[in-house]
């Protein structure tokens, strides 16, 4: 049974840091770009990032780039993402999804491109 389970969200202040994990388990996805989705109360998920199956290729939406590192551990199947300068309009449940397909020529920041996804981990940035 394939698996992803999202850790590390919580409570920060303005300004903070978050490292967001995500565990994989039931297949590999070594070979899958893997990306972070969020979505805020009353808001439709959005795209935050995606990062390649080499972890050589990541894309960023505009809200987050230079405060948000995506990463990858594929020894460990774990994804990551790094959080920093925290803003209150981070506060969102994030989640963490495959790419349906292998070696797609441009990492994918559409969620009909994903098919497997986490139950969520909630961030709660508080001014």
């Known amino acids: 049974q394939v698996q992803l389970v999202e850790s590390g969200g919580g409570l920060v202040q303005v300004g903070g840091s978050l490292r967001l994990s995500c565990a994989t388990s039931g297949r590999t996805f070594s070979r899958n770009d893997m990306g972070w989705f969020r979505q805020a109360p009353g808001k439709e998920r959005e795209f935050v990032a995606a990062i390649s199956w080499t972890g050589g290729s990541t894309v960023y939406a505009e809200p987050v780039k230079g405060r948000f590192t995506i990463s990858r551990d594929n020894a460990k199947n774990i994804l990551y993402l790094q959080m920093n300068s925290l803003k209150p309009e981070d506060t969102a449940v994030y989640y963490c999804?495959?790419?349906?397909?292998?070696?797609?020529?441009?990492?994918?920041?559409?969620?009909?491109?994903?098919?497997?996804w986490g139950r969520g981990t909630q961030v709660t940035v508080s001014s």
């Open positions: 999804a495959t790419d349906r397909l292998l070696f797609r020529v441009q990492l994918p920041t559409r969620e009909s491109e994903y098919d497997y």
